[in-house]
């Protein structure tokens, strides 16, 4: 039984991974998202959330009963042993969800999201990975849009591979300078020289 393609979609902060990604979907490619199945174990996996009251307290959950996510950050980005911690708890959970999903449909052709692909090594079981990128000036504007301040970025943004790093070690690189339509046609015409090939 032969299976169908395994790419892996990361690139900077900010860059347009998840619009790259709903692209993928709309092309007809199952898709995994890390970050959003860190938001899923965050709000709703039990042992998770034992885990991060032992560690961090009340303080972490808001009223709602949700993970206070500015909190979270607020405790990791500045203190390497407990990111680690955080990334200890949360990485391998990520990686046996998206091994799972892929393993239901080991024909489909699939596309996993993994904003720490090139960090953590986890490049080598895809056949093909696709870096989305774009202008310095303009992650930094977004990140802005997203309420970061410039020490916020920074502390993020070290934990990260530089862009041009990225970019080279890449398969294929989707550069988010223009219009949504613009992107949407880098995916549409990279996923067809694949099913070409």
């Not at 900010?14 to 959003?36: I, M, N, P």
């Not at 990485?91 to 046996?96: E, G, N, S």
């Not at 990140?143 to 970061?148: C, D, E, I, P, R």
């Not at 020490?151 to 988010?176: D, G, I, Q």
């Amino acid at each position: 039984m032969t299976c169908g393609l395994r790419i892996a979609l990361t690139g900077g902060m900010a860059c347009g991974k998840s619009q790259a990604l709903a692209f993928f979907a709309q092309k007809g490619f199952r898709t995994f998202s890390a970050d959003a199945c860190v938001h899923t174990l965050l709000n709703e996996d039990e042992s998770v959330r034992e885990a991060l009251m032992e560690r961090f307290g009340g303080a972490v959950f808001s009223a709602e009963g949700t993970v206070n996510r500015h909190f979270l950050a607020e405790q990791v980005f500045g203190d390497s042993a407990a990111l680690q911690w955080l990334e200890n708890c949360l990485h391998p959970r990520v990686k046996a969800a998206w091994e799972h999903e892929i393993a239901l449909s080991p024909l489909a052709d699939w596309v996993v999201e993994i904003p720490l692909l090139f960090e953590k090594n986890l490049e080598k079981p895809f056949d093909f990975t696709v870096c989305v990128a774009c202008l310095p000036i303009t992650q930094t504007q977004r990140l802005t849009n997203k309420g970061l301040t410039r020490l916020e970025m920074e502390a993020r943004l070290r934990l990260h591979l530089p862009l041009e790093e990225k970019m080279r070690l890449a398969t294929c690189v989707f550069w988010n300078e223009g219009t949504i339509d613009w992107l949407s046609r880098q995916v549409d015409s990279w996923s067809d020289q694949l099913h070409h090939l």
